[in-house]
């Protein structure tokens, strides 16, 4: 399985040159090269998932907005409509009370953070796992290890209860020897197949360092067939996104 999470950058027209409407067909054409089976996206606006919809043809494109509407941005689910079945789909809200749209932790920004719940089988080999994906908030620590506390303690219940692998992908908004990413340690069947990689936030090629705050954290029953690998396309200034989106293909 060719898994993929990428933020997609929030489309509100203030990247000149790197705004979405310039890099679509870099979009498009790269996912159609590489022909992931599943994109894990971050920032979907309301208008760029109809857009995802009607141009990932080969795939189906599941979520819905974090705000009390449930409109605004999305971290949509996009998987290949021949390779797999979906059996259900959840969003559940980074908060103390989950299921109330528009909820949040106090000390985060006021921005309602989500996470995107799918079961999915695979439709040859039959195999059923579990993807979360999320978006983790950009300006409280406290409701970063908060929202991924809940996440990780929902994976632990969830899987305890049907014995189905899972994989959480996202933004994480945290370096990894950050506070909220020590989380982690206290899940330790829980493994990191994107540690190798150094950088993916690059703010369209403007940071000298890139920031590693995307992740891809697998059960550790999943197994990768090859090394976890960053989409570096750029053309004339021109990325896909700024975060690099993160590929593994992995097995389990």
């Not at 705004?19 to 090269?33: G, L, M, P, V």
């Not at 605004?72 to 689910?77: A, C, F, M, T, Y």
């Not at 540690?195 to 197994?223: C, L, M, P, V």
Request: glycine residues 4%; proline residues 4%; hydrophobic residues 30%.
């Amino acid at each position: 399985m060719k898994l993929v999470t990428f933020n997609i950058r929030c489309d509100y027209g203030e990247d000149g040159k790197n705004n979405f409407s310039c890099r679509k067909q870099r979009i498009t054409d790269k996912i159609a090269k590489e022909q992931p089976d599943i994109i894990c996206f971050q920032e979907v606006r309301p208008h760029v998932a109809v857009w995802l919809k009607e141009n990932l043809t080969d795939y189906y494109v599941v979520g819905c907005g974090r705000d009390i509407n449930l409109e605004d941005e999305q971290v949509s689910i996009a998987y290949k409509k021949i390779k797999f079945n979906m059996m259900e789909l959840e969003t559940f809200w980074l908060s103390e009370t989950p299921t109330v749209p528009g909820s949040r932790y106090e000390d985060q920004s006021d921005c309602p953070r989500i996470c995107t719940d799918a079961l999915f089988q695979d439709m040859e080999t039959k195999k059923i796992f579990r993807i979360y994906n999320t978006h983790l908030d950009h300006v409280g620590s406290g409701a970063r290890s908060e929202g991924l506390l809940q996440i990780l303690k929902k994976m632990e219940k969830d899987t305890a209860a049907d014995k189905i692998p899972a994989i959480l992908t996202g933004d994480f908004n945290a370096e990894p020897d950050s506070q909220e990413i020590k989380v982690l340690e206290e899940y330790p069947q829980y493994i990191d197949l994107t540690s190798e990689i150094t950088g993916t936030f690059h703010d369209f090629g403007k940071q000298e360092k890139e920031d590693k705050i995307d992740y891809i954290i697998a059960q550790d029953s999943f197994k990768c067939t090859s090394p976890a690998v960053t989409w570096e396309d750029e053309e004339d200034g021109v990325y896909l996104s700024d975060h690099y989106p993160v590929c593994v293909e992995i097995n389990s």
